[in-house]
């Protein structure tokens, strides 16, 4: 039996109380009283999970929990009542097993949270706060606002949904391509999100979990097929990102032997099922170009023709300066460290820390060690991650030991 | 039932070439059909085009006495042009017909939802 402590009752929180939340929300329509309730149970669950350990279905406890936390609060207050006398129905069905519907709830929650009327800011807060769990502080943390402007941001949000009235729901075919937009780039959002801080791991489980049921539940969308086997592959190769010192470990270095075979076939399974379908959308090239690499043995067998190509069409696509700095990077590979370069240097790009570590690369492979110092120092001082500071420091040293 | 404010707005100064009684007619028309469509569907609570923002007047309390002024309340740029008051069952169903209102007439919509009040 595991040992009941803070930090398994804080896991089984991130990875349940999304579905939790979702149902209650769809029992009473509040999501206030949702997120409240389930706040409580998982109160509750600490105490009591301490002493007794586990139930046998610790997610359904929780709702079950929650749903009874929320109707105790309802029957204080006389709205309360009358809500409750409308949900009464629904709140008495067996709470024992959620399987089914608990999935399409949660799915309508990510079309609400996800809703085209609130800032992209908002959706993402809103998807991370309600689906993922996470605490507001995290979720501040995750894109470095502070606190009191996130929860600012959420309560402001919720206060929409409600006000406005916008619904809970999975959208209409003739609506899904507008709405699905947002949902993708949230999820993706999140797990970019969770590539560094203190609740990646959750953070990018939780992308992956709620893409993967979305592609279940909407097995005809391309593009979610597409970011499902994009996340699959790209978290394939997380274990060999990082040295043991905690530095950012280059796809050319990583141990290949160590990437995650399962999550690789079953991502090629799906590149190779949207090819079939050619219907392709950035999301769909951006997991072949995974999916290439993934397929190399080595760094230098890497297909960079294949790469260049599907990094062309998607700038046809998406025409966006990191997409136009990534193909950069793929043309270096194919054409030389030179053409590359000619490229980078024409791209706006002067904030992004990434846009100076490829030009060091570059510099440093055509025996510029000075500029390449340079553009090191600068990469490292505009890092977003520990990670990446520290593999940047380093490579300015290395730059910098080339000069004498 | 939620209630939209589906407004619509006129940028000052950006006046319109004088439309032929024809003309008018003829840009009526589609208007007319989405204002029958709206009653048909119970979606249609209430709908008004307003003269330009220079014939409004302001009444505000100064003190003890009433104080009337020429001109809207609010100096912007652009102004109020025309409202509906819909019915529908959440924001998507409004957003629907904000999405045919402005194919109809060709501008922006903005929708606001009403505070629900007692009785609806």
Known sequence: ?404 | MPRYLLSTHSVAGATREPMTDEQMQKAWEPIQALESEMKSAGAWVFSGRLHDADTATVVRVSGSEILTTDGPFVEAKEHLAGFYIIEAADLDAALGWASKVTRTISAPIEVWPFVATEGG
């Not at chain 1, 139930?55 to 309802?74: E, K, M, S, Y």
């Not at chain 1, 560094?196 to 969308?221: F, K, Q, V």
């Not at chain 1, 991502?267 to 379908?277: F, N, P, Y």
């Not at chain 1, 390449?372 to 420091?393: G, I, K, P, Q, Y």
Request: glycine residues 6%.
């Open chain 1, 1 to 404: 039996m595991p040992i009941v402590d803070d930090a398994l009752i804080g896991r089984i929180f991130r990875e349940e109380s999304g579905r939790s939340v979702a149902t209650l929300i769809r029992t009473f329509g509040d999501i206030d009283l949702a997120e409240d309730a389930v706040q409580e149970a998982f109160g509750v669950a600490l105490r009591k999970w301490s002493l007794e350990g586990l139930p046998p279905n610790p997610g359904g406890w929780v709702t079950t929990t929650a749903r009874n936390r929320a109707i105790d609060h309802l029957r204080r207050e006389s709205r309360g009542r009358e809500l409750l006398a409308q949900v009464a129905e629904i709140a008495d069905e067996p709470t024992g097993e959620e399987s089914g519907p608990v999935e399409d709830d949660r799915l309508r929650l990510i079309f609400t949270c996800c809703h085209p009327a609130l800032s992209i800011e908002a959706q993402v807060a809103l998807t991370l706060r309600l689906l993922g769990g996470l605490t507001t502080a995290e979720v501040a943390r995750a894109f470095l606002v502070p606190e009191p402007t996130m929860a600012k941001r959420l309560v402001r949000a919720k206060h929409k949904i409600k006000a406005a009235h916008i619904p809970y729901r999975v959208p209409s075919e003739a609506e899904l391509p507008e709405r699905l937009r947002p949902v993708l780039a949230v999820l993706y959002l999140t797990y970019n999100a969770g590539t560094n801080g203190p609740s990646g791991d959750e953070l990018r489980y939780e992308a992956i979990r709620l893409t993967r049921s979305m592609a279940s539940l909407m097995p005809d969308e391309d593009e979610v097929a597409g970011l499902l086997a994009l996340l699959l592959l790209t978290e394939s190769r997380w274990p060999t990102r990082f040295a043991a010192n905690g530095s950012l470990i280059l796809l050319r270095d990583q141990d290949r032997g160590l990437w995650d075979r399962s999550l690789i076939d079953e991502g090629h399974a799906i590149v190779r099922t949207c090819l079939r379908r050619n219907q392709p959308g950035p999301y769909q090239i951006q997991a072949a170009i995974n999916a290439v690499h993934c397929d190399a043995p080595s760094f230098e067998s890497t297909d960079w023709y294949q790469i260049l190509a599907l990094y062309d069409q998607l700038l046809v696509m998406t025409p966006t300066r990191v997409v136009a700095m990534n193909r950069a990077i793929a043309l270096a590979e194919v054409q030389g460290p030179e053409a590359g370069l000619t490229i980078l240097d024409g791209l706006d790009l002067d904030e992004y820390h990434l846009f100076h570590a490829a030009r060091a690369d570059l510099l440093r492979r055509l025996g510029r060690p000075d500029a390449a110092t340079v553009a090191f120092t600068r990469a490292a001082d505009l890092a977003t991650s520990d990670a990446e500071r520290a593999f940047l420091v380093a490579r300015t040293g290395m730059a910098r030991s080339d000069i004498q």
